[in-house]
């Protein structure tokens, strides 16, 4: 994908406030798709992964080397964000009641009509699956920077991928 | 039905899939606003740590310039020292150096 300008970048390292609000303005729509969806499409929750994203970057922009571009620095640090948010989001969820997640289910089963088909897709997809699929469906990212961000081989990624969409195209009726 | 390009979704999972809204206006100001406060709560924190750095310093400093007296019997003989070097060497016989003083001054 497109990077920001190096000067930007430059100045935004050393705290300069313009410049890394231009860099959030030039990433965070990107971001916050990521974040939409391994956030299971909730959007208080994105909000708060973009955030923590950006504070991050704030405190340790002046690490970034630019041997990677920018972007995939960024995916990496989402992808991370999102994925420490799940794991306490789980870890709450064992105390709620049990009675909510059957209500769900309920109404899903009863009007399974497109969206609804692609809620419960995705419900049941890994937070992993749904960020190889955003960022390769949606950004358009190659596997060779899926690997970058996820530290996973970009074969495996591929294969991966390739057996989530089989599964997609079976759950999936038009 | 045609030849299925495998790594193709269907098109109404796609759509929706990529239907995501867009970032909300507020996260900027929200996002600035908790970068202000950490700033200015780390700026605390090493304000505090300096000066308790100093404090702890001066506190050392002004501890290790004191004499150090070991032991009890140790300042005891220091007194003795600094009693016996006032008796031989400020007051005179009557108790008095001001007078003794004023005397010797006036002889010579």
Known sequence: MNEIDRLTIEQAKKKDRIAFKRVYDFYSPFIWKIAYRTMHGDAEAAGEAVQDTFIRVHESLHKFSGESGLSTWLYRIVFNVCLTALAKQKRTRIMQPLDENIAVKTSLAESLDSKDQVRAILASMSAEDQFLLTGREVLDLSYEELAAITGDNAGTLRTRLSRLKEQIRKNFKE | ?108
Not at chain 2, 37 to 50: D, F, G, H, Q, S
């Open chain 2, 1 to 108: 039905m045609g030849i299925h390009n495998e790594d193709q979704l269907p098109a109404g999972f796609i759509g929706d899939f990529a239907d995501i809204p867009d970032v909300p206006g507020h996260l900027y100001g929200r996002l600035r606003h908790g970068i202000d406060r950490r700033v200015a709560v780390r700026r605390t924190l090493w304000a505090v740590a300096a000066s308790l750095i100093i404090m702890v310093t001066a506190f050392s400093v002004a501890h290790l310039s004191r004499p150090q007296i070991a032991s009890v019997a140790e300042a005891e003989e220091e007194l003795s020292t600094v009693d016996s070097y006032i008796n031989s060497n400020v007051y005179t016989e009557d108790d008095n150096s001001y007078v003794y003083y004023e005397e010797t001054l006036y002889q010579e």
